[in-house]
């Protein structure tokens, strides 16, 4: 059966499944998050490694790249059907990976925040494989994220709100189907028996639902991406701003 949370966010897609994504960005919060704004050294990664090869998921229920240790350990609550997260996976991602978590002075955790069934439906199928795996998918997830919408309006809303209301170890497999994820992730490495026996995981889309709702709760969230810098919140922000902050606290 499903959980409250999951019922409440899986009633909102219904009642709207086609208005997606339209959650703007909310105000950023000035923080210092504890340091001293002075340039910090880079940090050694392990022999033979790169920091971006480091991926652990978390108590939290994200997964985090880069140095455990870092100074300045950044988190993102991402979610895969909205199009300003998807913005600045676009402009960003290459440059976090690349310049942020390669130093070792930021470490990046990705925590999905689940806002509607399509949204479940990536979420879980980004975390079906590896934990390496977990931030090349999220990326393609949003580069999709346009043609996973078109095809959930070209099945019509009649199918998706009967996809939603068949039970829990069915739902996703069918939502998986209508969205075309499915497919678009066994084109990554994801078998499709592989997809399916993760999207019937109904424990795991109710624990994900749960976790959005009580870290939403926690943190304040009120729109996405919503940023957390040493475990406090700077709110949201796009990628400019947010590459701003980082070098500004150090990571330059």
């Not at 959930?152 to 939502?175: C, H, M, S, T, Y």
Request: charged share 20%; aromatic share 6%; hydrophobic share 40%.
């Amino acid at each position: 059966m499903a959980s409250r949370s999951l019922r409440r966010i899986l009633f909102a897609a219904a009642l709207a499944p086609m208005a997606l994504g339209l959650a703007g960005c909310g105000k950023g919060k000035d923080d210092k998050a504890g340091l001293s704004g002075e340039p910090i050294a880079k940090v050694t990664a392990p022999a033979g490694k790169a920091w971006s090869d480091v991926v652990t998921k978390t108590p939290e229920g994200g997964y985090l790249m880069g140095n455990p240790a870092a100074p300045i350990k950044l988190v993102e609550y991402g979610s895969l059907t909205c199009p300003h997260c998807a913005e600045l996976s676009e402009k960003g991602s290459a440059e976090i990976r690349d310049n942020f978590v390669a130093s070792g002075r930021v470490s990046f955790e990705f925590r999905n925040f689940v806002r509607d069934a399509m949204d479940i439906t990536a979420a879980m199928l980004t975390r079906c494989g590896t934990p390496e795996s977990f931030f090349p998918l999220t990326e393609q997830a949003f580069v999709n994220q346009p043609d996973m919408i078109k095809k959930v309006q070209a099945a019509g809303e009649a199918a998706f709100n009967a996809a939603i209301a068949l039970p829990d170890a069915k739902r996703g497999i069918a939502l998986g189907e209508i969205t075309g994820l499915t497919e678009f992730f066994a084109a990554r490495g994801i078998a499709r028996d592989q997809a399916n026996a993760c999207l019937e995981n109904g424990v795991e889309a109710a624990a994900l639902a749960k976790r959005t709702t009580d870290q939403a709760e926690q943190y304040k969230i009120e729109g996405t991406p919503t940023f957390l810098i040493n475990g406090q919140s700077i709110g949201s922000m796009g990628w400019e701003e947010l590459r701003s902050k980082l070098q500004t606290l150090g990571a330059r």
